[in-house]
């Protein structure tokens, strides 16, 4: 089992900054890569960013590359997005997600979800 809670969402405006952290248990973090998804209103939930095991890799959405930086930290079990230069269209509920394999963009690769987090930009 391995449980992972997302922090840090809320709303600013466009332009702005937020990170995002999300705290893993259960399990070994280091064996696990880790991701992020969102899911904006209406639509599907989407692939933003993963990253290696060690840290070591990282693979982003083209919607987000150069705005969004993933990160871990393998010693506090927990994994950031960081995101800047944020947009209204970025608005969506972003869940922390852990698996097996890196660079995976699909939703059914992940084994584990968190109860996501509420980012909203506004204009």
């Known amino acids: 089992q391995v449980q992972l809670v997302e922090s840090g969402g809320g709303v600013v405006q466009a332009g702005g900054s937020l990170r995002l952290s999300c705290a893993a248990s259960?399990?070994?973090?280091?064996?696990?890569?880790m991701g992020w998804f969102r899911q904006a209103p209406g639509k599907e939930r989407a692939f933003v960013a993963t990253?290696?095991?060690?840290?070591?890799?990282?693979f982003y959405a083209d919607s987000i590359k150069g705005r969004f930086t993933i990160s871990r930290d393998n010693a506090k079990n927990t994994v950031y997005l960081q995101m800047n230069s944020l947009k209204p269209e970025d608005t969506a509920v972003y869940y922390c997600?852990?698996?097996?394999?890196?660079?995976?963009?699909?939703?059914?690769?992940?084994?584990?979800w968190g109860q996501g987090t509420q980012v909203t930009v506004s204009s």
């Open positions: 259960g399990r070994a973090f280091s064996s696990l890569s």
């Open positions: 990253i290696s095991q060690t840290g070591g890799s990282t």
């Open positions: 997600v852990a698996g097996s394999y890196y660079r995976t963009t699909t939703r059914s690769a992940y084994d584990y």
